[in-house]
């Protein structure tokens, strides 16, 4: 069973980093495309980052340039660095795992893979 679980996240003012991270366990990590997609209440799902088996990586673009997405292999965990955070980026973030055709951040955005239960993110102005 794919088993998904993040951490890291709370409330920080605008301008702020945060860095989120998720466990992977239950499969082939090495295999699957991880990424990020983050929803804030009323709002439609975005895909925010992606990474492919190979390091690839892409990224939404209003967070491009801010947000960095990592793996470690070893330890089978996901990261996602944000930086100059936004009220905009305010959400719950949920990290992912799938096998899709292309490994890209858009992919998210649709209700595929597997997914976490999510953690808070809040942004203040």
């Known amino acids: 069973e794919v088993t998904l679980v993040e951490s890291g996240g709370g409330s920080v003012e605008a301008g702020g980093s945060l860095r989120l991270s998720c466990q992977a366990s239950g499969y082939t990590y090495s295999r699957f495309c991880m990424g990020w997609f983050r929803q804030a209440p009323g709002k439609a799902r975005e895909g925010v980052a992606a990474i492919d088996p190979d390091g690839s990586t892409d990224y939404a673009d209003s967070v491009k340039d801010r947000f960095t997405i990592t793996q470690d292999y070893d330890k089978k965990m996901i990261y996602l660095q944000m930086n100059r955070l936004t009220p905009e980026d305010t959400a719950m973030y949920y990290c992912?795992?799938?096998?899709?055709?292309?490994?890209?951040?858009?992919?998210?955005?649709?209700?595929?893979?597997?997914r976490g239960q999510g953690t808070q993110v809040t942004v203040s102005s």
């Open positions: 992912a795992a799938d096998m899709p055709a292309y490994c890209t951040a858009d992919y998210w955005a649709g209700p595929f893979g597997y």
